[in-house]
């Protein structure tokens, strides 16, 4: 019986030990998250009255320091502030420089390469210029939107690109460049192809052509060049036979025209077989123009 009552006695004393422990635990967790609200607190306050400070040298020391430990918002701020304070001295490029990539790093690309810029026009014998000159072309590629959108960053992008490795072409940075510019004009190709064969797919010819024409001749090198010269093949034939009887043996010649071009150029390719039918037919067109009348 004693023992039992031993084994009550001990149990109760463990459950209220655990219970304090618990009560412990919470409570140190309550004044931990205390503690470093109160930290934020003080950092905000700290943030707060150096902005509304006119201690610039303290102003500039806290934005590095922001800037390394990547607050980019409140690095921004001051550096703001500076970069008017500071024009004109012996400071203000390394402001104009760190402005630049707070921007960038916050990604507000436009922004950043517009300050890349100006980096590059107001400090054009500073270490960094070939570097900031690489960021603005950088930036406007950062900016470029899918292919199906407005392509003008993209052009903007290359038009800088090439302007860099035209002024640095020992630049480390070349082999890069040379990358990116790929993707770019990849994008605008992919663009005008797509937009030719809309044209084709909406049974639009005239403007097929014309569109076709437009791309072989702005990417000569591009993947497409057989496709698209049996399509111009074939847009003008189907052009034909739409047209009105005025314009029917004039098309129906372009028809025969771009396949005696296309088969000197792909006399074996995929597209071959489809292009004689064509051709054939073409021809069987043009006969009744060229019978003598009575």
């Known amino acids: 019986m004693l023992k039992k009552q031993f084994n009550i006695l001990f149990s109760v004393l463990l459950l209220w030990g655990i219970a304090s422990c618990n009560t412990e635990k919470r409570v140190y967790e309550s004044e931990d998250s205390s503690d470093k609200k109160k930290r934020f607190d003080l950092t905000i306050g700290k943030f707060n009255k150096l902005v509304k400070s006119g201690d610039m040298e303290a102003k500039y020391v806290a934005a590095v320091k922001y800037f390394d430990k990547k607050d980019y918002t409140r690095a921004q701020t001051l550096f703001?502030?500076?970069?008017?304070?500071?024009?004109?001295?012996?400071?203000?490029?390394?402001?104009?420089?760190?402005?630049?990539?707070?921007?960038?790093?916050?990604?507000?690309?436009?922004?950043?390469?517009?300050?890349?810029?100006?980096?590059?026009?107001?400090?054009?014998?500073?270490?960094?210029?070939?570097?900031?000159?690489?960021?603005?072309?950088?930036?406007?590629?950062?900016?470029?939107?899918?292919?199906?959108?407005?392509?003008?960053?993209?052009?903007?992008?290359?038009?800088?690109?090439?302007?860099?490795?035209?002024?640095?072409?020992?630049?480390?940075?070349?082999?890069?460049?040379?990358?990116?510019?790929?993707?770019?004009?990849?994008?605008?190709?992919?663009?005008?192809?797509?937009n030719a064969m809309l044209y084709y797919n909406m049974s639009n010819y005239k403007a097929a052509v014309t569109a076709f024409n437009n791309h072989l001749k702005d990417f000569a090198d591009t993947k497409h060049t057989e496709e698209l010269d049996y399509l111009i093949i074939k847009s003008y034939y189907l052009l034909a036979l739409n047209s009105i009887e005025s314009k029917k043996q004039e098309r129906f010649k372009a028809a025969v025209d771009s396949y005696l071009k296309f088969v000197?150029?792909?006399?074996?390719?995929?597209?071959?077989?489809?292009?004689?039918?064509?051709?054939?037919?073409?021809?069987?067109?043009?006969?009744?123009?060229?019978?003598?009348?009575?």
């Open 80 to 194: 703001e502030e500076l970069m008017s304070v500071y024009r004109g001295t012996a400071k203000a490029e390394e402001v104009h420089y760190y402005y630049a990539y707070c921007n960038y790093n916050l990604q507000d690309f436009i922004v950043a390469g517009y300050q890349f810029r100006n980096f590059v026009k107001t400090f054009p014998n500073n270490v960094h210029v070939e570097e900031c000159a690489y960021m603005n072309a950088y930036c406007f590629y950062l900016s470029s939107p899918e292919y199906s959108l407005d392509q003008a960053d993209t052009k903007l992008a290359i038009r800088e690109f090439q302007r860099f490795t035209n002024l640095y072409p020992k630049s480390g940075r070349i082999v890069e460049c040379n990358k990116i510019l790929d993707k770019l004009r990849g994008k605008l190709e992919r663009k005008s192809y797509e």
């Open 264 to 294: 000197d150029a792909f006399p074996s390719g995929i597209y071959l077989k489809e292009a004689e039918s064509i051709y054939s037919s073409a021809l069987k067109n043009l006969e009744k123009y060229n019978k003598p009348t009575s």
